[in-house]
C-alpha cells in the first residue's frame, strides 16, 4: 500500500559457489560441513512481492505465476521464521518471478529465498541486518544466506550450535574486479536429486567425506586471499579444484551421484583448451549439468563463442557480478 504496511517487494540474484558447500552438521537448522566463497550474478534475478494480509489462514503463492505444491510448503517454512519474529500468524500472498530457468543447477532457491526472506522481513515492518536476514535465508535453502550480499561472499561455517554465527559476508565489491560468468545450458531437465538428498547421500556413502573437510579451511584461505589480490590465476586454479573434488566425492557416493552430462565434459576441456591458449577463463559446476565459465571482462565474447560451439550446448547465458538482495517497488 502507500503506507508500506504488510506489504514489500525486493530483488535478489543467484550466486554460484567457488569454494563449494556440499554437506550440512545440522538438517534441521540448514548448517554446512564447510563454509564456501561464492560470486553474486548480476543480470539473472528473482524478483518477489509478499504481503501479509490480516485474517488470512494460509499463504498464497505463485511462481512465475504458477502454484507449485512443493515450493509452497518452502515458502511457508520460511515465511513462519518472519512470523515467529513479528509476533503474527496471519498469512501472506508471495509473488515470485525469475527470469531464468528454476531447479536446474542455476542457484533459483538462492536468489528465492534471499528475495523472499528480504521482502517479508520489511513487509512485517521487521528491522534485520543483512547478518540476520543472512542466517535466516540460510535456514531456507543453504546457499541463499551467500545472496543477501552482492560480488565476492563468504558464508562462514560457524561454531555456535544454533547457527547464529554461520551467516555470510562480503569480501569483496562487484565493482572491484568485475570478473564475467558465461552460462552454457546443457539441459533443460528439471534436476533429479536436488542438493539436500545428495548431500545426505555422500555423508552416509562417500568414503571421501572425512578428506573433503579436512581440505576445506585451506581452500577458503587460497580463494579468499586470491579474491583480495584480484590474483586470476589463482582463483581460476582453486575454483577448478574444489568444483571438481567437490564432484569426486559426490560421485564417490552410493548410488553414486552424477550430475554432469557429456556436454557438460566437453564444456569443460573447452574451458581448459581456452586457457592454455592465453584466454583467462576458469570452469565451474554445481549440481546440475550446466557449466558456469567465469572470465576476465576482455574474454566474454570469444568465451561465449567457443561453449556455444560446443555441439549440445543449447545456449549461453552471460551476466556480470552483482549486488545483493534489495527493495524494489512493490506491485499496486
Ligand atoms: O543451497 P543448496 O542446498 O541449493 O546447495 C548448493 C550446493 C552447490 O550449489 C552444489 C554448492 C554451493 O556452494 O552453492
Known amino acids: 500500500d502507500a503506507s508500506g504496511a504488510l506489504h514489500a517487494a525486493s530483488q535478489a540474484q543467484p550466486n554460484i559457489a567457488l569454494v563449494k558447500y556440499w554437506g550440512k552438521r545440522d538438517t534441521a537448522l540448514n548448517l554446512p560441513v ?10 539473472l534475478w528473482t524478483r518477489t512481492d509478499v504481503r501479509f494480509v490480516p485474517g488470512q489462514k ?16 518452502r515458502v511457508t517454512a520460511c515465511m513462519d521464521l518472519l512470523r515467529q ?15 531464468f530457468p528454476t531447479a536446474a543447477g542455476l542457484a533459483s532457491s538462492a536468489s528465492g529465498f534471499a528475495a523472499l526472506v528480504h521482502a517479508g522481513a520489511r513487509a512485517l515492518g521487521l528491522e534485520l541486518s543483512l547478518a540476520e536476514q543472512s542466517v535466516l535465508a540460510r535456514r531456507c ?3 541463499a544466506a551467500r545472496s543477501i550480499f552482492g560480488g565476492y561472499v563468504e558464508w562462514a561455517h560457524g561454531q555456535l550450535a544454533d547457527g547464529t554465527d554461520s551467516v555470510a559476508r562480503p569480501l569483496l565489491d562487484a565493482d572491484a574486479w568485475p570478473l564475467r560468468v558465461a552460462v552454457a545450458i546443457t ?16 555423508a ?13 579451511e585451506a581452500d577458503l584461505d587460497v580463494a579468499r586471499n586470491a579474491i583480495l589480490a584480484r590474483d586470476f590465476d589463482a582463483l581460476a586454479a582453486i575454483s577448478e579444484y574444489s568444483c571438481l573434488k567437490m564432484h569426486a566425492l559426490a560421485m564417490a557416493s552410493q548410488p553414486g551421484l552424477l550430475y554432469w552430462n557429456g556436454t557438460t565434459v566437453e564444456c569443460m576441456h573447452r574451458v581448459r583448451a581456452l586457457r592454455q591458449q ?4 576458469f570452469f565451474t559446476v554445481d549440481a546440475g549439468p550446466q557449466l558456469k565459465a567465469v572470465c576476465a571482462p576482455s574474454a566474454i565474447e570469444q568465451v561465449k563463442a567457443a561453449l556455444a560451439d560446443v555441439p549440445g550446448v543449447l545456449d549461453v547465458l552471460d551476466t556480470g557480478l552483482g549486488a545483493g538482495a534489495r527493495a524494489i517497488p512493490a506491485s499496486e
Open 34 to 43: 564447510v563454509g564456501s566463497i561464492s560470486i553474486t550474478l548480476d543480470s
Open 58 to 73: 494460509h499463504d498464497v503463492v505463485s511462481l512465475n505465476g504458477r502454484s507449485d505444491e512443493a515450493e509452497a510448503k
Open 85 to 99: 519474529r513479528a509476533g503474527v500468524d496471519y498469512g501472506a500472498e508471495v509473488a515470485s518471478q525469475n527470469n
Open 141 to 143: 535453502s543453504g546457499s
Open 187 to 202: 539441459s533443460r531437465a528439471a534436476k533429479q536429486i536436488g542438493s539436500t538428498e545428495g548431500m545426505c547421500r555422500t
Open 204 to 216: 552416509q556413502t562417500s568414503p571421501y567425506q572425512s578428506a573433503w573437510i579436512d581440505t576445506q
Open 278 to 281: 592465453g584466454v583467462p577463463v
